[in-house]
């Protein structure tokens, strides 16, 4: 009987997470009309040009670092999509453009020689040239408060530049919240952006300092490879970095359900071999880098990859 209750009460639970599920899934109050007038008027302002041969829209989740209810918009040639958009439910703004078709005739740009890929002429733009592009086609999106620009990427394979703002709140980065815009690496046309932000404030407040974030990650090691083995390695086995971030855990549930947790202040702390050293030390084996993640105020792991074979 009491085995049967249990099933009874899972059984209950699964048919409720199923309901908010579909309720969760179906909330969307943006019409399929409205996502394709928001996503023209996107393209109008970007200069996009497109197709409209073939329009298919479709509910869906953002694919991101947070979940959220989209319209996904797709303008087809044929049986493949040559531009897709996500417009969100919610803030009925365009969040990612992919223009599937320009980015893949970039690897036209590629050819194989003696079992390297090169680039064919023409040549890419450089990198110069590629930041004030997308400087400038950041400035001509408006990009959400607070992100600053943080770093640029040429993928020699793709033929594209990439560039990516990281939001930050008071000064501390938010690991998780960012936008990408990508353009083509021989032309510079515009063929990609991703906004990540959400723009929340963390709720918990930092009571754990640097020092004790330290101590707590460097306990976590030595529980893994043992104290003898710490002993043996501490002095190559060094706190790379030791990070205040803003970051977003998510637990199982929450993406079932597809909630958006508050994000808090994280303590990132990475441990690795001391430069210069080669990270097979005494009776452990260094793989990679260990990151550590500390609630910034319980003192509470909340992640832990720890790259060390004892």
Partial sequence: MKYLNYIILLLVVSV???VILILNYSRCNLSDSDAIVITKDFFNKMNVRYS???IVVNNDYARSSYQSNVKTVAFKVGEDSSITTQVDCDSKQVITFSNEKLITSTHQYMENVNGRQRSKLPLFIDENKAKEILLYLGKRLGLPQ??????IALNKQAGIWTAKWKRK???????DESVTITITAVSGEFCGFNNQ??????????????????????????????????????DILVTKSADLKIITHRSILDRILSLDPTPRFVWVVVYDSKEGMDRNSIGILIENESVIQIDATNKKILSSEINIVP
Avoid: M, T
Wanted: charged share 30%; net charge neutral; hydrophobic share 35%.
């Fill in 146 to 151: 607070h992100v600053e620009f943080s770093e």
């Fill in 169 to 175: 709140y008071n000064g501390i980065v938010c690991d």
């Fill in 16 to 18: 409720v997470l199923f």
């Fill in 52 to 54: 409209q041969s073939q």
């Fill in 197 to 234: 932000v959400r723009s929340k404030i963390p709720q918990n407040e930092v009571k754990v300092s640097k020092a004790e974030a330290i101590e707590i990650a460097r306990n976590k090691l030595i529980d893994h490879i043992s104290n003898e083995k710490w002993e043996k390695n501490k």
